[in-house]
């Protein structure tokens, strides 16, 4: 190359700065126009979403804010956020997993079987069972949709009945007089849902957790600037470290107001919502931070460009189903927690398509490649809160179910608008 | 002509085709085909529908193995068995089609299967800047934030971005197919000026087209092929558009100003 190419290229280089480059604050809330218009609008509509119907309910029965119903509604949430997650690995890849709500009770019942005192085995090595277990099963479906090329739903709706049958026989073999439901034995399982953290352990966990999400902000922008790129202003990543706060302060203060009846007093954290801020940075991190979780969103946007560029569609496919599985694992022993007990005739069809509802209302797209767990869990307390309200208003399932219903239509609308709307799309 | 400067020891064209040949069944797809591709030139691929351009890029970006022939890569003989073969030497192909992510922004797409990490973690910052300067090297400055995603974009930005992947990936010889195609006036300008300054960062270009205005507008060479063979080749000042119709429907054109072909 001569030296007035380069030249010219220096003199290119800093007038196209200013068009590449984000920098203002009026460029960034343009950008996330753009996305809201494709549809990866991020949280904050479907937070307002939550706050409307969270204000609603309050209008209509004073103790739905009330300390005891807002934990008690966290327990109740606790499941449906965690299968709602699960389910966002395979519909990032544009596929559903109808597995999930009968292998993750299976795991649940091993781990039962496995703590109760004839086995009398360690807590944490029946946690890694109840994980490995739909783990495997989900990875097996994944591995036998991608060699039949048959549509997952017909794959997992396969898994979904294998898994009812295997339900039923384990837990016939495991308690085999017990009329159909296994005790959960172990302290430590029970405490997930049932105990709480220490306030003051509560008030620490809170601020250790917000300290270094707001670390993690800040460095990252401050690196982004040292190396010359747009980093979000100043105002934007403030704001966001202000809300983190706010609600963690919120979240505790409720927690640990005495929520008992009587003389006894019942105060902190529940250690359920831990296991799912655990779950939820561990798994946001993976999807954003590693090549597997930019290969995931790839594979969902577009499988033919992802296998040009190298990527193993197996791989990727088979992993995030597995990962499916392990995460629902960690619901099976939420909801065993929960109920203290696992029974065979939990209703597996309807939890999981709980948990389909809880991702698509939290902003995962049903087309795959757009979604963020954060999603799955507003979407799930949001579930959760139509639940926790109607009965509170003495309203019972026919109305859970149709509001539930309303709302997920309204997501899918968004959703699919969304995509036609999206001018790439056709093209 | 052509200011081409050959060094001692290091033959000018990066890629040489000699007597290609490739038949499907009984259908001979590919006949005799000799092609030299130069660094630093845009060739221009032309022919009528059924002439066989597709099968030609197929056969060098490894789709498919030629039956006849050899293809030497800088001055050594090749044999191409898969498109990983070819992609490993320095050939990328972009289709029609450009094979983008849309939900993926414009640097995820540059890097994508090729990212780059620190501490198993996505390196963010050092692919942006990266992906930046080519995108300056390649004048591409009309997109608004490179963070922004490729569904969002125009079509003639869309193959700007397909265009800069081969680079980023350092390609050393590019194959586009119809890169003009579906693009409007302007677009299509673009994406001409584009292919220029790819040819200047010393990368062979290999521009199939079916617009001749297009070809003529950006090529430093033409090659012709009809029915599965090699009509002409030569720098663009031997042909119009005239010749070039001439040879793309009947293989020969009277009109010609050869003199010797420019092969040889």
């Known amino acids: 190359m001569s030296s007035d190419d380069g030249d010219l290229n220096v003199v290119a280089a800093e007038a196209g700065a200013a068009d590449i480059l984000a920098d203002s604050l009026g460029d960034y809330v343009r950008m996330w126009w753009t996305r809201v218009r494709a549809g990866d609008s991020g949280a904050l509509p479907v937070l307002i979403g939550l706050a409307v119907i969270v204000i609603y309910f309050q209008l209509r029965s004073s103790a739905f804010l009330s300390s005891g119903n807002l934990v008690n509604l966290m327990t109740q949430a606790a499941w449906i956020v965690a299968l709602g997650m699960a389910e966002v690995w395979v519909l990032?890849?544009?596929?559903?997993?109808?597995?999930?709500?009968?292998?993750?009770?299976?795991?649940a019942v091993i781990a039962a079987w496995m703590v109760s005192p004839s086995e009398n085995l360690p807590w944490w090595l029946a946690v890694l069972a109840a994980l490995a277990v739909p783990a495997v099963f989900s990875g097996i479906l994944g591995l036998l949709f991608t060699w039949l090329r048959a549509p997952s739903f017909v794959v997992t709706l396969g898994g979904m009945l294998m898994g009812q049958g295997l339900l039923l026989y384990l837990v016939n073999v495991a308690?085999?007089?017990s009329g159909g439901t296994i005790r959960l034995t172990s302290n430590v399982l029970n405490d997930i849902e049932g105990g709480s953290m220490s306030p003051v352990a509560g008030w620490i966990v809170m601020a250790v957790a917000v300290a270094l999400g707001a670390l993690f902000f800040i460095r990252r922008d401050a690196r982004r600037r040292a190396s010359g790129l747009a980093a979000p202003p100043a105002a934007v990543t403030g704001l966001k470290i202000v809300a983190m706060a706010v609600a963690g302060v919120v979240l505790v203060l409720i927690s640990n107001t005495n929520r008992g009846a009587g003389l006894i007093s019942v105060r902190g954290v529940p250690w359920v919502v831990l296991v799912i801020t655990v779950m939820l940075i561990a798994w946001s991190m993976l999807l954003s931070r590693t090549r597997f979780g930019r290969y995931v969103y790839a594979v969902g946007g577009n499988p033919e460009a992802a296998r040009r560029s190298g990527i193993s569609l197996t791989r990727i496919r088979v992993l995030a189903f597995a990962l499916c599985g392990l995460t629902a694992g960690v619901m099976g022993i939420i909801y065993a927690s929960y109920l203290g007990s696992v029974s065979n005739d939990t209703n597996g069809g309807?939890?999981?398509?709980?948990?389909?509802?809880?991702?698509?209302?939290?902003?995962?797209?049903?087309?795959g490649g757009r979604g963020k767990m954060l999603g799955a869990v507003i979407g799930g307390l949001i579930v959760a809160v139509i639940y926790?309200?109607?009965?509170?208003?003495?309203?019972?399932?026919d109305a859970v179910n149709m509001w539930t219903a309303a709302v997920l239509l309204a997501a899918v609308?968004?959703?699919?608008l969304a995509r036609r709307r999206n001018p790439s799309i056709g093209r | 002509m052509t200011a081409q400067t050959t060094t001692p020891?290091?033959?000018?064209?990066?890629l040489r085709l000699a007597g290609i040949g490739k038949s499907f069944g009984p259908v001979q797809a590919l006949h005799d085909i000799d092609l030299d591709l130069p660094v630093g030139q845009v060739t221009a691929l032309l022919g009528d529908n059924g002439a066989g351009k597709s099968t030609l890029i197929k056969c060098i970006s490894g789709i498919h193995a030629p039956d006849h022939g050899q293809m030497f890569w800088q001055g050594k003989q090749v044999h191409l068995h898969s498109p990983k073969e070819a992609s490993d030497l320095g050939i990328a192909t972009v289709y029609q089609d450009l094979a983008l992510c849309d939900n993926l922004d414009i640097v995820a797409n540059m890097f994508l299967g090729r990212e780059l990490t620190k501490n198993w973690q996505l390196d963010e910052i050092s692919m942006e800047l990266a992906a930046k300067k080519t995108l300056q090297d390649l004048k591409v400055v009309t997109v608004r934030s490179i963070r922004q995603p490729v569904g969002s974009l125009s079509g003639g930005q869309r193959q700007s971005v397909a265009v800069a992947r081969t680079v980023m990936q350092e390609a050393k010889l590019v194959i586009l197919d119809e890169p003009?195609?579906?693009?409007?006036?302007?677009?299509?300008?673009?994406?001409?000026?584009l292919i220029t300054r790819l040819a200047q960062q010393n990368v062979?270009?290999?521009?199939?087209?079916?617009?001749?205005?297009?070809?003529?507008?950006?090529a430093d060479r033409i090659a012709v092929m009809y029915l599965g063979t090699m009509a002409a080749v030569g720098p663009k000042d031997q042909f119009d558009n005239q010749v070039i119709v001439d040879l793309m429907t009947t293989g020969t054109s009277s009109r010609m100003n050869l003199g010797g072909t420019s092969e040889q």
């Not at chain 1, 544009?94 to 009770?105: A, M, P, T």
Request: charged share 5%; proline share 3%.
């Open chain 1, 413 to 416: 609308a968004v959703d699919t």
């Open chain 2, 204 to 218: 062979a270009v290999l521009v199939i087209s079916h617009n001749l205005s297009d070809a003529m507008a950006v």
């Open chain 1, 175 to 177: 308690a085999p007089s």
């Open chain 2, 9 to 14: 020891g290091q033959p000018q064209e990066l």
């Open chain 1, 388 to 397: 926790n309200g109607l009965y509170l208003l003495n309203l019972g399932p």
């Open chain 1, 92 to 107: 990032l890849l544009g596929e559903i997993d109808l597995s999930i709500g009968y292998s993750s009770v299976m795991g």
């Open chain 2, 180 to 193: 003009t195609a579906a693009l409007g006036v302007t677009q299509t300008q673009m994406v001409l000026d």
């Open chain 1, 350 to 367: 309807q939890n999981v398509l709980y948990a389909v509802a809880a991702a698509v209302i939290g902003g995962t797209s049903l087309f």
